[in-house]
């Protein structure tokens, strides 16, 4: 029989734990956000889909060879704009090149950090992708998701982890 003292100091004890930041295992739940819509200028949007009040756009984007390897030929070269955010913290926005029918050819992250400040206050970057059939390319999007945030799921870190997530980031065949 469990004394009456220890029964009476149970749910102090399970409120300060509680407190400390220690969660029960049924308490951690990991969603994932939609994937906004594709375009070639977007507005940044957190995993709930609110507006950061950052903008992203393709600036410009061509075929040609990287000029550390050219004897692979083609490549996507693109320039990219944030406006809105900075370049040590900001958002991330996966950039794909796509076919005629928006099917991803190739993507990556670009972030506001991996920009260089600008004198109007918008962030600029450059970023090279390599695609297995640069002819196939008629465009380059951004999908307004941000990718910034923290990854951790409740498996890997039951106390810290878990809420909403990101969209996994586009890949190859993705129809945008």
């Given at each position: 029989m469990v004394p009456a003292r220890v029964l009476a100091g149970a749910p102090l004890a399970l409120v300060i734990l509680a407190l400390s930041g220690c969660s029960f295992p049924w308490g951690c739940t990991d969603t994932t956000a939609e994937?906004?819509?594709?375009?070639?200028?977007?507005?940044?949007?957190?995993?709930?889909?609110?507006?950061?009040?950052?903008?992203?756009?393709?600036?410009?984007?061509?075929?040609?060879?990287?000029?550390?390897?050219?004897?692979?030929?083609?490549?996507?070269?693109?320039?990219?704009?944030?406006?809105?955010?900075?370049?040590?913290?900001?958002?991330?926005?996966?950039?794909c090149a796509v076919d005629q029918e928006r099917v991803a050819l190739g993507c990556q992250t670009v972030y506001s950090s991996g920009a260089r400040p600008g004198p109007d206050g918008a962030v600029t970057g450059d970023e090279w992708l390599a695609v297995e059939h640069p002819e196939q390319v008629a465009g380059v999007l951004l999908i307004p998701n941000d990718q910034s945030y923290d990854r951790r799921t409740c498996e890997v870190d039951i106390k810290d982890g878990g809420g909403t997530h990101p969209p996994k980031p586009a890949g190859v065949g993705d129809q945008l």
């Open positions: 994937r906004g819509e594709a375009g070639v200028r977007v507005q940044v949007e957190d995993t709930s889909g609110q507006l950061l009040g950052v903008t992203a756009e393709i600036v410009e984007w061509r075929l040609q060879p990287h000029p550390q390897v050219p004897s692979e030929g083609d490549r996507v070269h693109f320039r990219y704009r944030f406006d809105g955010a900075d370049d040590i913290s900001g958002p991330g926005v996966d950039a």
